[in-house]
């Protein structure tokens, strides 16, 4: 929670470069099956 008590979320993407392009290799798809439930 954050100090207006509020419910809060940070998310992160884990990305590599490799011959100058960079791959994603997190997704959100478990986040947004959770947002599409609620």
Same mark, same amino acid.
């Given at each position: 929670?954050? %100090?207006?008590?509020?419910? #809060? %979320? &940070?998310? +992160? &993407?884990? @990305?590599?470069?490799?011959?100058?392009? %960079? +791959? @994603?290799? #997190? #997704?959100? +798809? +478990? *986040?947004?099956?959770? *947002?599409?439930?609620?």
């Amino acid at each position: 929670r954050t %100090a207006d008590r509020k419910p #809060s %979320a &940070h998310f +992160e &993407h884990n @990305i590599v470069v490799r011959k100058g392009k %960079a +791959e @994603i290799l #997190s #997704s959100f +798809e +478990e *986040i947004e099956k959770v *947002i599409n439930i609620n």
